[in-house]
Structures are given as C-alpha cells and as structure tokens.
C-alpha cells in the first residue's frame, strides 16, 4: 500500500481536526459534542434513540479504506490532495485494545479543550471524560477492520454503546460478526444500480449485488436496524418507489432520511447546492412512508433528518447513569 500521509493530506486532517491512532483509525470532535456542553444542544441520535451527545466518542478504524468513493462522502479518498493509495485495503493490525485506547485518550485531550470556555456545562464536561457511547461512523468502511467483533466486544465490556455504520458492500463481513453492535446502520443512497453506481461509485463491480445481500441480511440481526439515506439535491432524490421496494427487502426498524452536508472533503465533489432544504427531506420522507407503510415519527430540522418506524416510538438504547 503506497503511504497515503502526504504533507498536503496530513495538514488537512489535522486542520479538520482528526486525531490520528495507530495505522488507520481516528477520533474526530463531533460538532455536537461541542454544542452538548458549550450551548445545551444534543443531536438528532439523543433526541432520536437516548445517546448523550456529549458522552459520544465519533472514530473509525478504517481511516483511509473504504469500498466505496462517495460523490458525498466527508473523507479523504485517493486522489484527494495528490495522494494515492489502495482504498480497498485496511493495513491496520493496531489492535482493539490499542485502538480503545487510543480513542480515550484522544476524546479526552478533545474535552479538556473545554476547560477554559466559560459557557461550559461543568456536570456535562465531568460526564463527558466518561464517554458512554461510540459511534463507528466517521469514516472509511468498518468492516474492512478484520477484528471487527472484537473491537465491538471490548467497546461494551468497557460499559459503551455501539453504533455501526455500514455500506453494506461486505455482507459475508457482517453475518460472521463475532459481537452485534448496539444499533446497526446500513447506508442505502441509492435506489437503482444505475444511481447507486454514480453516487457513491463503488470499486467492485458486484457491489451492488452484495448491498442487497446485506438488506436481506438484517432480519437476521437481534440489535435495532437503521437503513440511512443521505439525500443529494439532484442525484438521488427520485425515484421513491425503488427505495421502497429496497426497504420492503431489508424489514429494517428504522429509516433515517438525512441531507447531504456540504463539509470534509466532499466540497472537492460537490457544491453547497447540493444539499436539499429540511422541507425536501421532509417531502421525501412523507413520500417513502405512504408507500412502505412506515411512518415519521419524529424529526430534527437543525440536522435535516427525519425518522421512520413502524414503532410508535424509537427504542432507547443508551445508557444512562442513575
């Protein structure tokens, strides 16, 4: 694998504030996680599922790999800043207990940043050096990471919830999970082969074959599902019923439908246009409901997402100290 650290990309990874653990994982500030304790404003996965924002550690340990190159995509993909490596392979033999480590250590250099702001919420600052959820989200593909389950496991021996986000690209990755996350994700961005191969631009050509292996795949879960939409004004708005028929195949407990954000490098792909209004979400959501059966049952416009379930309400999985 050609070293992907150029100067140019590592300056840019660390203007955008990543903190670099190991070989290829990172912890990242969520902008919620500042927003929790400096200004009393949880994000959506609070309001939607009981996390607490400013107790959430956002990593990944496939910093650089991914199956996929995402027109809409936040991370760094080869080419990016003249830099040029082997997406489909994870080099990273870090181990779990090196990268657990590794994210407390950064989640914690990132809170004590907070120390000399006085709009601080000083419980939740002390709450937040105990980080009680993790979301395997930030970049890159996850299930690249060979140890995946174990990393998993060791999460929750440490007392965390889980939430992992997939592509779906590996399904023989995810049914050999030696550990079920807490709530597992599934992004679906596309509702044709023909619009998925354009938005999120896999680099196998079966790739769209093993997404739907991985939608049949779900059921088989005993942990909440999520298939996550993220809407690109122009790209992958259309065609309603072809994501219908998807979801009808994957029986998923959750639907999320989310707004592209123009930030990270997808401003390299795509301009600020592109990102559809909380009134477009909400149309497309209404339109994916009536022909589902699903319903909205709830909504956060600051992040442009709503919710679907045939639950009345969504299942509170986090934890939360007496």
């Known amino acids: 694998m050609q070293e992907p650290l150029s100067f140019s990309l590592l300056s840019a990874l660390k203007k955008q504030k990543y903190h ?14 500042y927003e929790s304790i400096v200004n009393n404003r949880p994000c959506y996965k609070q309001k939607f599922y009981g996390i607490q924002s400013h107790r959430c550690i956002q990593m990944t340990p496939s910093l650089y790999s991914c199956t996929q190159q995402c027109l809409f995509c936040w ?9 040029h490596w082997d997406e489909m392979h994870n080099p990273n033999k870090d181990t779990p207990e090196q990268i657990v480590e590794g994210c407390f250590k950064a989640q ?13 919420d000083w419980r939740k600052f002390q709450e937040a050096l105990r980080p009680n959820q993790v979301a395997i989200s930030l ?7 060979e140890p995946l389950g ?3 496991r060791l999460f929750h021996q440490k007392g965390l919830t889980t939430f992992l986000v997939t592509n779906g ?11 079920e996350p807490t709530q597992l994700y599934v992004s679906l961005c596309g509702p044709s082969e023909e619009i998925y191969k354009k938005i999120c631009r896999p680099q196998f050509p079966a790739a769209w074959k093993k997404l739907n292996e991985t939608l049949e795949l779900l059921q088989n879960f005993r942990c909440p599902t999520v298939t996550r939409m993220t809407l690109v004004k122009g790209h992958n708005m259309a065609e309603v019923e072809g994501y219908a028929k998807l979801i009808e195949k994957a029986q998923p407990i959750y639907i999320e439908a989310k707004a592209y954000m123009h930030i990270g490098f997808s401003n390299l ?3 600020f246009d592109r990102m559809p209004l909380h ?11 009536d022909q589902t059966g699903y319903r909205i049952i709830n909504e956060a416009p600051e992040s442009r997402v709503v919710l679907l379930s045939r639950l009345e309400k969504p299942l509170q999985v986090g934890r939360r100290e007496p």
């Open 169 to 179: 690209n590996l399904p023989q990755k995810l049914s050999k999970l030696s550990q």
């Open 139 to 145: 970049t890159g593909e996850p299930t690249l990471y």
């Open 279 to 289: 009134s477009e979400v909400q149309e497309f959501a209404q339109s994916l409901a």
């Open 150 to 152: 174990d990393l998993l």
């Open 269 to 271: 792909r795509l301009g």
């Open 75 to 83: 991370r760094a993909q080869s080419g990016d800043m003249d830099a």
């Open 108 to 120: 914690e250099r990132i809170i004590s940043g907070y120390k000399g702001n006085e709009k601080t």
């Open 20 to 33: 670099l653990i190991g070989v290829n994982s990172a912890v990242k500030r969520c902008k919620w996680l």
